[in-house]
Each structure stands twice: as structure tokens, then as C-alpha cells.
């Protein structure tokens, strides 16, 4: 059995038995108590749509007749509400044309009645069957649609290879995780490692920007909303935290969180409740939240713009991703791992790079960290037309940036000791406002040098 079945067969199920039987709804359940499945039971369709939604199912099960009313129909108005559920109908009067019919609306599966613990062991084998398949295919697709290179795992750098091992760590439990580093030092991509390494894999890992949103926007992409609620909401809306059930979600760039916003999100991570936007029912979820910022979550707190009931519910565990300026020694490892992966994308077989371009890699600041290196690689790939990249294919300012090794008392203009040590200054600090702070200079001087000396 590989990792994917693993993950598919002793994932726990969250299940709904629609049944008017009493004893069927008990019978069903001490079934799947007993496989540690988590199991809601309820007599009528208007009860299954109202636990649909609150909550989200893996699994329905379904009795055709329930009393006067249809368990057909009721099949179609699940599956508009949770699309990803599998349903498996049962029932007392068993006929292909019943059989046919319930799979015309969406079910994956039939039961006749009476059923034996065997034969609902058997149905249960096949939904997580299909659950893998399905497992299987969105893990190919997401590589398919994968536009980034995994991040390498070797380190050299000590304080890197701390991190890599506190995110290890970490990932198997449900603690909310602050990721603190420079913008483009790969947040998103340890956030997604994350996920992958704990028990939560085989469910959805969302992302929200917290800057590329309004306000509105921001709540309605969270919490959902209900058609009406704005201007604009022409259809309900789940929002990501009911998309993400018993996965992950990773807010980005967390301080740009609004304030109306960051009181709503500290009461879901607290209690796990919440509503959407334009109705009063509470809704709860089980979502792991990993958030991020490059940003001074202190300064900001004691600037108002951040809750700091909310900075401390958040800094459970915080992990640090050093800048790729401080790990010089694992450039040239990052740098043949996005080789890899844009060879293969562009159907290309460069061997690597000349000692030249790796010197220029090691030596320069990396102000834009992974993601600046990952375009670097990407672009001299696409314009290589030989099997070696090399210096000629980097992008002009950044040899030009590279300066040889210089030393206080050296025979050089102050200029250039000045341009060299507001180049480590950028490459060491997250932002350009913490970068003037230990300057000592305000941000308006700062961009002058910046344009002056062309970093």
C-alpha cells in the first residue's frame, strides 16, 4: 500500500445517514463510531440540509423513501450544496431502474435493504477507493498545474536546517503557525510542505491574499456569503474556511489584515465559529490556519493597526525563513533545483551553470530572495540555446550589481562602501521600511540610494 492509499484508507470520514428508521440511523452509526468515523444521523431531508449547512460531509448516506418525501431528490439538493460528497443510497425496495435513476442524480453507490455489516464494509471500501483515485488525480493535476519548483530541503545554512526541522515538527499537530520572512524567501511554498507533512494532506489547502482583496471582499473570500448580502453577490458563496474543511488555509501577508476582519478571524481560530457575510446562522469548521507576513507584527500592534489578542493567538509557534542572501552556501543547490524543474518544463537538457554565473549567484544580494532566483533561472533557460547558462544570459543589472569584496581602510571611494552596505542592509532587513529604520534614514533617502546605485 503507498503513501496515497494510506492517506485515503485511515483518513477519517465525517458521515450523514438521512434514514426515518430509528434503528437504521442507530445500527449505521455504532458501525462507524466503531471506525472512528465522525457520524451526524437525522430522519428527514430538511434536517440533512440544514447539518449540509453547517457542516461539511465526506459521506452521506441516503434512504429513498422517507416517509411521504423523496430521498432521490434529496440526492440533488446535497450535491448542490457539497459537491465533493459521496452519496450511497439505500433502500427497502430495490430495482435497476431505482438504481439507475440515483445514479443519473449523483450517487456513487446502492444498498438494498436489509444490509449486513459485511456489505456496508464492502460499500465503504469502495467510496475510499474512489476517494484515492480521486486523491491520485488531483495530486497529478497539481503537478501539472505546478508553476514552481519544490523548495530544496538540504541546507548548509544551520539556521535553515533548525527551521526545516521545527517545520517538520510542527506539522504534525493542529497549532496555528506564524512564518515570519522577507517577501520572496518562500512562505507559501513551507506553508504547502507543511500541509503535505501532516495528517491533513488529503484535504484542501486553500490561500488568501490578505493585500489583493477589498475589505468586502476579503470577509466575503473567508467566511462565504449569502446571495444578496452586497452589491454583487448574485449566488451563495462557501468561502475558503468551509472549502478547507479538515484542511489548511494560509493567509498571506496577515498584517494587511483589516481590523473589522482580524476580530472575526481570532473568534474562528478560538472556537472554530463563524458566519458568512449576510447571515446570522453559526456555522463551524475544522481548518488548520497558518498565517504569514514579512512584516513587524509588534510595530503594528503598538501602532493600533494590529489586534494583539491576535498577534499572540497567532505566535503560537513562530518559524523564521532566513533571506537566501544569509544561506550563500545553498544558492548554487536551489539554483540546480529550478534548473531541473524549468528543463523539464521547456522541454530543454542544460547541464547547469559556468563557475562565472555561480560566483555572480553567491556574491549578489538577493534583494527579491527565492523568487527573484527563481525568475533569474527561469529567464536564462527559456533565452539558453547551448548546454551550460552562462553569464551572458543573467540580467544586466545583476552583474553589475555584484561588487568584488571590499574592506574598511581599502583605497576606494566612500561611495562604494556606502552602496555595499546599503546592498546588505536590503538583503538582511524583510522590508525597505525596516531597512531605513537600521539605516538610521527615512524611506524618501533610502529610495534615492536605491536609485542612485541601481539596486
Not at 367 to 393: D, F, H, K, Q, S
Request: glycine fraction near 6%.
Amino acid at each position: 500500500m503507498d503513501q496515497v492509499e494510506k492517506m485515503a484508507t485511515f483518513s477519517p470520514m465525517n458521515v450523514l445517514i438521512v434514514d426515518d428508521e430509528m434503528n437504521i440511523r442507530k445500527t449505521m452509526k455504532m458501525f462507524f463510531d466503531l471506525l472512528h468515523h465522525k457520524v451526524t444521523t437525522v430522519s428527514n431531508p430538511k434536517d440533512a440540509l440544514l447539518e449540509a449547512g453547517l457542516q461539511i460531509f465526506d459521506l452521506a448516506f441516503v434512504d429513498i423513501r422517507l416517509g411521504l418525501e423523496s430521498g432521490l431528490d434529496l440526492v440533488s439538493s446535497l450535491l448542490a450544496k457539497l459537491p465533493r460528497m459521496k452519496i450511497v443510497v439505500i433502500t427497502a425496495f430495490a430495482s435497476v431502474d431505482t438504481a439507475v435513476e440515483a445514479m443519473k442524480r449523483g450517487a456513487v453507490d446502492y444498498l438494498p435493504k436489509p444490509f449486513m455489516p459485511d456489505q456496508l464494509k464492502l460499500v465503504l471500501e469502495r467510496v475510499e477507493a474512489l476517494r484515492t483515485l480521486e486523491l491520485r488525480i488531483n495530486l497529478l493535476q497539481d503537478d501539472l498545474d505546478r508553476n514552481d519548483p519544490d523548495v530544496s530541503l538540504s541546507s548548509t545554512h544551520p539556521p535553515m536546517q533548525r527551521m526545516i526541522e521545527l517545520a517538520r515538527q510542527v506539522s504534525a499537530s493542529d497549532a496555528v503557525l506564524l512564518l515570519l520572512g522577507p517577501s520572496g524567501s518562500g512562505k507559501t511554498m513551507l506553508a504547502r510542505l507543511i500541509h503535505r507533512w501532516s495528517h491533513r494532506t488529503d484535504k484542501p489547502f486553500g490561500v488568501i491574499s490578505c493585500p489583493s482583496l477589498s475589505q468586502e471582499l476579503l470577509e466575503s473570500e473567508l467566511f462565504g456569503h449569502v446571495k444578496g448580502a452586497f452589491t454583487g453577490a448574485l449566488r451563495d458563496n462557501p468561502g475558503r474556511v468551509a472549502g478547507c474543511e479538515g484542511g489548511t488555509l494560509f493567509l498571506d501577508e496577515i498584517g494587511d489584515l483589516p481590523l473589522s476582519i482580524q476580530s472575526k478571524l481570532l473568534r474562528f481560530i478560538q472556537e472554530r465559529e463563524y458566519e458568512h457575510v449576510g447571515d446570522q446562522r453559526t456555522r463551524k469548521a475544522n481548518v488548520r490556519i497558518i498565517a504569514a507576513t514579512n512584516a513587524n507584527l509588534k510595530s503594528a500592534v503598538a501602532a493600533g493597526s494590529f489586534r494583539e489578542d491576535l498577534y499572540y493567538r497567532l505566535n503560537v509557534i513562530q518559524i523564521t525563513l532566513p533571506s537566501l542572501a544569509e544561506r550563500s552556501g545553498d544558492i548554487e543547490a536551489v539554483a540546480g533545483n529550478m534548473l531541473a524543474f524549468f528543463n523539464a518544463q521547456n522541454h530543454k537538457a542544460i547541464q547547469g551553470f559556468s563557475p562565472e554565473v555561480l560566483k555572480i549567484f553567491r556574491d549578489y544580494g538577493w534583494p527579491g530572495n527565492i523568487r527573484e532566483l527563481r525568475n533569474v533561472v527561469e529567464r536564462a533557460v527559456i533565452l539558453c540555446t547551448t548546454t551550460m547558462i552562462g553569464e551572458e544570459l543573467l540580467p544586466d543589472s545583476m552583474a553589475s550589481a555584484v561588487q568584488p569584496q571590499i574592506r574598511i581602510g581599502d583605497r576606494i571611494k566612500l561611495e562604494a562602501i556606502e552602496e555595499l552596505h546599503i546592498r546588505r542592509v536590503l538583503a538582511s532587513t524583510s522590508s525597505v521600511h525596516e531597512a531605513a529604520e537600521v539605516l538610521e534614514i527615512d524611506k524618501a533617502t533610502l529610495w534615492r540610494k536605491r536609485k542612485q546605485f541601481g539596486i
